[in-house]
């Protein structure tokens, strides 16, 4: 069986090179030695393991990418760039017939999920990677669907940390708020507590040391009106293996529904955790 062609977009950024090496090290897949990266980046090349990866800017690409299918065939697309170039990514790689994996936050995600749509090809696209957390969060659409206004009165603080770099908002903070909303709290995404100071971090949050340069920890507390009952909900993750994990399992799970003749379609990490 012939292994999956994967182009890791995004390095040298942290979580983009966490997934590269996930690549190189899975028997079934093989990484394609270039990426996509940003015009700010002044190297032209990175190496993953033994692998020289080629860096693509912005101006670039089209040429490159064409280049690419030519010699490689067909391959999937990871994406783990920044939120201002989600859209733009999204729009270059259905224009490609360039399938992907989008684990970048932010950009206009109904527009997203129209792009995809309007095209010849298949995504998965998800705000959170980690399949245990999104198991959560399919717990908590449940609870959401079948118990509506169960918590309302109450009052809802989310909180979530991350490392300096993470420029916007979590991803998967902003999700939560539409179950907490159908259980009965009035909240909005302005409302999360966002922390990105590694001295805030170390000293009142208590994230290891090691790992200031590489959380996601969220916690989500609800308090009765009175004050006599709560409820609080934590998920701390350190380090980005978990999210590289569930990002392979993504890729396997967008191959096969290719594989199924799809088209135009978006699936989610939890369609990923079925595997319908």
Known sequence: MSRIKVMVNGIPGNMAVKVA???CRDPGLSLIPFALTGPEILESEFQVYSTPIRLITPEERDEIVR?????EGDFICVDYTTPDAVNTNASFYSSQNLSFVMGTTGGDRELLKNTVEGSNVCAVVAPNMAKQIVAFQAMME???????????????????????????????AKAMVKYFNLLGIPFTHD???????????RSEWGVPEEFLKGHGWHTYTLTSADGTVQFQFKHNVNGRDVYAMGTLDAIYYLNKKLAQGNKGKVFSMIDVLKGA
């Open 191 to 201: 409302e999360i507590i966002m922390e990105r100071d590694p001295e805030v971090q």
């Open 142 to 172: 449940y609870a959401s669907k079948n118990f509506p206004g169960v918590f309302k009165g109450y009052k809802l603080e989310i909180k979530e940390s991350h490392q300096k770099g993470k420029l916007d908002t979590s991803g998967t």
């Open 67 to 71: 280049t690419v299918k030519e010699t």
């Open 21 to 23: 090496e996930y690549v």
